[in-house]
């Protein structure tokens, strides 16, 4: 028999008894709307609240307390440091390796404008450092991800023509002066270590690999490494062997070679080239005036600033926060006593970092005080803070919220460090405060806190804790290439010294307990379909009964048993589709009706998804192959049957 | 074309006896055979065995060349769809079809006749037994004789060599009765189809070439009728 044929017959059949179809496909219907709609839900909140919570191709790693190293016997030990990166980097799957530094000293934030309102909000600081550069390759692509537009096009877009400028502050907030033409701010760039300025008053309180010279923290270089771009490795000039460290000062130069910018490859924002010749050690900025000639020159330094302006006032106009040059108008000529012009400023995109305050224990209200221009610190914040932002400032601050991260863009805070609401471990060090920029986000980001370039957290630390504060990192994170991966590279990580950290040990009980539950409710559709399949072999025993003559007369034209068979087997999978596809819209529907009534009558919550369900096609296929499995089991019994029957015996009864 | 040899058949042996024991018969092509007996002799068996409907049985049956014992279910059924057609006492007709779907029914279980000319052969055939003005209605709201035509253009629907006729007039008035059986000499005589006719009728078996007699299984007579 033909398929043409044949389903020609079935559908004869269907149309004959409606009712018993109906009644048979109903079981199935309830089978597959259980299942797919708990499947749905539990692969909703996978994708929509776990995984944004608990990225699924992220792992994060830290050192394993002592005693579970110590229970397994076949461990590979790795440090926490670039050898141990190196060997997570090998494992396959791991696509990129993110070694995580956390603050390790106390400081706290200050948060104002536009999110918190001129009187601004102040809290405890919690922060940590990733690679600049590792991160900042992440950044840029999710920016022109986002866009899919070239520079060139996006400009066009929003100007029609190119505006010539000069410096940021030819253009309009938010963009800046790229090689003569305003453009929109690239923040994903921005996110690198500007080499802040960090005063010290002794090697200790320099990270490994940096020395106290000339009063601040510089990378040595030499047989420590090379220096970075930009950077040229060169004696400092000195006085005295405390200039150097500890280095000696050997004939007005220091011992120890330290990594400075220099001129020639053009000053960041906030710096400035030292003059070749001087008089006194002012005109010097860093480093002494020696017989005539600045000791750094040619190198970059920061711009020495002042702070005249209270708390209260910056927090209402914040570009008073780029404090004035002493002794400088605004057009580049020296300040003439009498003579009343507008003072210099820091350039645009920095501000005056305040080192010294005028009066120290008013630290909130009152941080007037000499410093440097530089430029703010870069920050990453993770989508989580966005979504606890939104949650906090909707229901206690009753602020609108924020619609997407990149409305945080640019937003600007403070961070001051080495000071707490806590007891105050950090003795002896003055508080500073810096101010943050937030360039974007990433998961990979501090949940709690703003992640900030490595190199500084590492300077930070050393700072404030001590050189041996920052022997090794604190946590590593595992990029997947793909999230099939993350049961293959976990067993691997067994292997190693290490554990997962609590967030990560978190994501795999959830997915555990959401694996647990697809499989219960795999149970219990697999439970009603078998009940539903044995309501279909009952129902078609009855048919095949009432049919018995019609079978025989169809053996009589000439239907083979494999007709037979096939006709009742067709029409259950008949069955089976219909019943996958209703039960597949009822689980659409009730999914429908459940996210209106979660979003009508549960309050709002962190990771609210607009949908709490996900139906992938996968699991709606398999859900339909389920009906139509349990369909034919049903009907596999009774349709051997009515194969079976004796067609002589079946026409000659009455 | 139709050779039966030594056919025993029982349908249970420990409760009764054989239903037909050491049947032979033999039945040309073209032949028009009534098969005489009374009720419960074996007519009925016998035509299905013929018919390839029945296997379980002794002896040997060769149908246009086949023996139907050896066949497998597949050729069986083609056999049936094709070489041969019931018609029955009771019309067997499926009652949710409408008598021209009931005609082409066959049409789906083989490939004789292809899906394109399935509505012009089945008008063909109801025109040939005088009820293409029925084409549209249902079974049940016909009278027996229109129901029995109906059954008899499914039978030739397919063009068979031989139709197996049960008792074709037992449920209709000798007016449809005899309609019925003229339409059987008819497709005999001018189709050159073998027709086996069972029937306790005297007068209608009179009309076929010969009268194969049955009596409690056996075959106990045969006579040429003039
Ligand atoms: N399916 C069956 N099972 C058991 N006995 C049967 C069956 N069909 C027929 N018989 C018996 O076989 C005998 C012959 O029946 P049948 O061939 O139908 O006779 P007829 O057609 O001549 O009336 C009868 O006695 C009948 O009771
Ligand atoms: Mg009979």
Same mark, same amino acid.
Request: glycine share 10%; with cysteine; proline share 5%.
């Given at each position: ?223 420590? &490494?090379?220096?970075?771009?930009? @950077?040229? /490795?060169? $004696?400092?000039?000195?006085?005295? #062997? =405390?200039? %150097?460290?500890? *280095? ?21 924002? &906030?710096?400035?080239?030292?003059? @070749?010749? /001087?008089? $006194?050690?002012?005109?010097?900025? #860093? =480093?002494? %005036?020696?017989? *005539? ?37 605004? #057009? =580049? ?322 | ?226």
């Amino acid at each position: 028999m033909k398929l043409g044929k044949l389903s020609a017959v079935i559908f004869q059949n269907v149309r004959r008894n409606r009712k018993n179809f109906i009644f048979s496909t109903v079981g199935i219907t309830i089978g597959v709307s259980v299942f797919s709609f708990f499947v749905a839900l539990t692969v909703g909140i996978r994708e929509e609240v776990l995984n944004r919570i608990y990225p699924v191709d992220l792992i994060e790693v830290e050192p394993a307390s002592v005693s579970i190293a110590g229970a397994r016997s076949n461990v590979e030990r790795i440090g926490f440091n670039p050898e141990g990166v190196a060997v997570l980097q090998g494992i396959e799957g791991v696509a990129r390796v993110y070694p995580k530094l956390r603050s390790h000293f106390q400081a706290t934030y200050r948060m104002g404008g536009q999110l918190f309102g001129s009187q601004g909000v102040t809290f405890e600081a919690y922060f940590d450092g990733l690679d600049d550069g590792l991160l900042r390759a992440e950044l840029e692509k999710s920016a022109g991800r986002k866009s899919g537009k070239s520079m060139k096009d996006r400009l066009k877009a929003r100007y029609g023509r190119q505006h010539r400028c000069y410096d940021a502050e030819d253009c309009t907030p938010g963009e800046e002066c790229f090689e003569g033409l305003c453009r929109p701010i690239e923040y994903g760039s921005l996110f690198r270590d500007h080499g802040e300025f960090i005063p010290c008053k002794g090697e200790e309180m320099c990270a490994d690999g940096y020395g106290c010279v000339t009063g601040r923290c510089l990378k040595t270089c030499g047989t420590d &490494g090379p220096c970075g771009p930009g @950077e040229e /490795c060169m $004696a400092a000039g000195c006085r005295v #062997d =405390g200039e %150097c460290g500890s *280095g000696k000062c050997e004939g007005g130069r220091c011992s120890r070679t330290v990594c400075l910018p220099v001129c020639s490859a053009g000053c960041p924002p &906030g710096t400035e080239c030292i003059p @070749e010749t /001087c008089k $006194a050690d002012e005109d010097c900025r #860093d =480093g002494a %005036c020696l017989d *005539g000639r600045c000791a750094l020159a040619g190198t970059c330094s920061h711009v020495t600033c002042v702070q005249n302006h209270e708390e209260a006032e910056l927090m209402a106009n914040p570009d008073l926060r780029r404090g004035e040059l002493p002794g400088l108008c605004e #057009d =580049g000529t020296p300040m003439t006593p009498g003579a009343a012009c507008p003072p210099a400023r820091c350039p645009a995109s920095t501000y005056c970092s305040v080192q010294s305050y005028f009066r120290p224990g008013y630290l909130w209200k009152d941080r007037r005080g000499e410093g440097r221009c530089e430029e703010p610190i870069p920050v990453v914040l993770n989508p989580i803070v966005l979504e606890l932002f939104n949650m906090v400032l909707k229901s206690t601050l009753e602020k609108t919220q924020l619609g997407t991260m990149d409305t945080l863009l640019g937003y600007g805070g403070s961070v001051t460090f080495g000071h707490s609401f806590y007891k105050d471990t950090v003795k002896d060090r003055t508080p500073v405060e810096k101010r943050l920029v937030v360039v974007g986000y990433s998961n990979k980001a501090l949940e709690a806190g703003v992640t900030m370039p490595m190199s500084f957290v590492e300077r930070a630390n050393a700072r404030y804790k001590g050189k041996g504060a920052t022997r090794q990192f604190d946590s590593i994170i595992l990029q997947l290439a793909g999230a099939e991966y993350l049961p293959d590279v976990l067993s691997r990580l067994e292997q190693f010294n290490i554990q997962l950290s609590r967030r990560s040990a978190e994501a795999e009980k959830f997915r555990t307990v959401l694996l647990v539950a697809i499989a219960i409710f795999f149970i219990m559709a697999s439970i009603i379909l078998a009940i539903a399949a044995i309501n279909i072999t009952h129902t078609f025993l009855m048919v095949i009964y009432e049919r018995k003559r019609e079978i025989g007369i169809l053996r009589a034209i000439g239907a083979t048993k494999m007709d037979i068979r096939l006709l009742f087997l067709g029409e259950s999978l008949l069955i089976g589709a219909a019943g996958g596809a209703a039960g597949n819209g009822i689980a659409f529907g009730l999914s429908k009706a459940a996210d209106f009534l979660a979003n009508r009558y549960i309050g709002e919550f962190p990771f609210q998804p607009d949908t709490f369900f996900h139906f992938r096609p996968e699991w709606v296929a398999a859900s339909i192959a389920f009906a139509l499995f349990f369909s034919l089991l049903g009907a596999f019994f009774p349709a051997n049957r009515a194969a079976a029957m004796d067609p002589a015996r079946t026409l000659t009864l009455a | 074309m139709i050779r039966l040899t030594a056919i025993h058949k029982a349908y249970d042996p420990q409760a009764s006896g054989p239903v037909l024991r050491d049947a032979n018969l033999a039945i040309a092509s073209g032949e028009f055979v009534a098969i005489l007996g009374k009720s419960g002799s074996g007519k009925t068996t016998l035509l299905n065995i013929i018919g390839g409907l029945d296997r379980d049985y002794a002896g040997t049956a060769v149908v246009d060349g086949l023996e139907l014992k050896r066949m497998k279910d597949r050729d069986l059924s083609r056999f049936r769809n094709r070489t041969i057609s019931f018609v029955f006492q009771t019309f067997n007709l499926l009652p949710h079809l409408s008598c021209a779907e009931n005609v082409a029914y066959p049409a789906y279980f083989g490939d004789v006749v292809p899906r394109s000319e399935i509505g012009a052969r089945a008008r063909e055939a109801m025109e040939r037994v005088g009820i293409a003005h029925k084409s549209q209605a249902y079974p049940n709201t016909l009278s027996g004789g229109e129901r029995q035509r109906v059954a008899i253009a499914r039978a030739i629907f397919q063009r068979p060599k031989i139709l197996l006729a049960d008792e074709p007039t037992g449920n209709l008035d000798s007016a449809s009765g005899q309609h019925v059986m003229n339409l059987f000499l008819e497709l005999n005589r001018k189709d050159g189809v073998t027709v086996m006719l069972v029937t306790h009728d005297e007068h209608l078996a009179a009309l076929a070439h010969r009268i194969v007699r049955i009596a409690d299984g056996r075959i106990v007579g045969e006579e040429k009728t003039a």
